[in-house]
């Protein structure tokens, strides 16, 4: 029996890469599955163009090694690397016509002309561009570049796209519009993708897996929903949701818990007349569909470094409410909160790990 490994599978062994001083790589290592769309997310200067980059071959890492299809691809040019790259600034040739940028790769690996301009042709049809195959880069809006640069990717019929952040100076509609398209794409090609972004609700959404990373090194993966239920450690818990997880280190009106930081999210935290925690209103944000609630808790605690931290900051602890929009509370109503005692996270606060 033949054992092979899928076209599109990636695999990062020990990564590591620094520019001067700056360490943008840590130790990463990370396995793609062939035709998985994988979501890299982390704030700004995490690593993951870096990461890009190493795959595409456009930088050479300090230590470690990429492996495309089980083959280490260290001394293979970018251009014999079947990937393509979709960056967020489209990146099209300005002095050539749409169908001339879909056109020139093909041109570069000479295949002839009438094969190219099907080729050409059936991907502005996939990304419904056919009608602006003439007009040139500075003609269209900033959506219909994005899926011309997408288009192009497509004739390159890669084994593995690169999404640097794709979508990002999209505005928000259009941004959802083609966040939809690219999952489609997807669906239907089945090509092994790595997809950028520092936007976490990107991150919950497109994505078979998502890699958080933080420094050059990466925190969790997994399917974005179970990491959103059970982040590894605090900078996770902290960085995927929005508004962000509340944590209270020593557990004060989450429950006593000395040497640990409890989270519990927004949406976790009910209004109830019977509560536990009793909260007054300071703000709120009411968004059509929900409202935000910014409440602040008397902190009670044992926890002398929690009440200590407390006092200084000159105050109690401040909960994030998510309820639905009309719940009829003003700023500065006295509330009673009840967490749900299933959702609250505990995390050891030294390391800062899920425990
Ligand atoms: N060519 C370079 N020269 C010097 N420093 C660099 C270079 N490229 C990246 N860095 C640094 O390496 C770190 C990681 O950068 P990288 O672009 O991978 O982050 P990122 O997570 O993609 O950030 P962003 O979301 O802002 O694009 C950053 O501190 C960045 O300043």
Same mark, same amino acid.
């Given at each position: ?15 590591s ?7 943008a790589l840590?130790?990463?290592?990370? !396995? *793609?599955?062939?035709? !998985? @769309? ?12 870096t990461i890009l ?19 280490d691809?260290?001394r ?9 790259? *979709?960056?967020?600034? &489209? ?10 940028n ?14 190219a301009?099907?080729?050409a ?10 009608? @602006?195959?003439?007009?040139?880069p500075d ?6 570049r994005?899926r011309?640069? @997408?288009a ?8 593995? &796209?690169?999404l ?16 939809t ?7 239907? @090609? ?19 897996? *998502? ?14 929903? !179970? ?9 996770v ?48 944000e ?34 994030? *409410? ?12 006295r ?19 899920r425990?």
């Amino acid at each position: 029996m033949r054992v092979g490994v899928a076209p599109g599978q990636i695999r990062l062994e020990s990564l590591s890469k620094s520019y001067g001083r700056v360490t943008a790589l840590d130790g990463v290592d990370l !396995e *793609v599955r062939a035709g !998985e @769309l994988i979501t890299l997310v982390g704030p700004s200067g995490s690593g993951k163009s870096t990461i890009l980059r190493l795959i595409a071959g456009l930088d050479r890492p300090d230590a470690g090694r990429v492996l495309v299809d089980g083959k280490d691809v260290g001394r293979v040019p970018p251009h014999r690397r079947a990937i393509a790259m *979709v960056f967020q600034d &489209y990146a099209l040739y300005p002095h050539l016509t749409v169908r001339d940028n879909l056109l020139f790769g093909l041109r570069v690996r000479r295949v002839p002309r009438a094969e190219a301009d099907r080729q050409a042709r059936a991907a502005a049809e996939r990304l419904e561009i056919a009608d @602006l195959l003439d007009r040139y880069p500075d003609q269209m809006s900033g959506g219909q570049r994005q899926r011309v640069a @997408l288009a192009r990717a497509l004739v390159r019929d890669p084994s593995v &796209y690169l999404l640097d952040e794709p979508l990002a100076s999209l505005d928000a509609q259009l941004r959802f519009a083609t966040r939809t398209d690219l999952l489609a794409m997807h669906q239907e @090609l089945r090509t092994t993708m790595v997809h950028v972004t520092h936007d976490q609700a990107e991150a919950m959404t497109l994505g078979d897996r *998502v890699v958080v990373l933080d420094r050059g090194r990466v925190r969790q993966v997994g399917p974005p929903q !179970e990491v959103y239920d059970e982040p590894a450690d605090v900078f996770v818990a902290g960085f995927l949701g929005s508004p962000p997880m509340n944590l209270v280190v020593g557990g004060g009106v989450l429950g006593d818990a000395p040497g640990l930081t409890l989270g519990v999210r927004p949406e976790d935290l009910a209004l109830d007349p019977e509560g536990p925690i009793e909260v007054t209103v300071e703000a709120m944000e009411t968004l059509g569909s929900e409202a935000i609630l910014l409440t602040r808790a008397r902190a009670s605690t044992r926890d002398p470094a929690a009440a200590a931290a407390a006092a200084a900051a000159g105050a109690g602890v401040r909960l994030t *409410v998510r309820t639905g929009p009309r719940h009829g509370v003003r700023p500065g109503d006295r509330l009673r909160l009840r967490p749900d005692p299933a959702r609250i996270h505990r995390f050891d606060t030294e390391t800062g790990r899920r425990r």
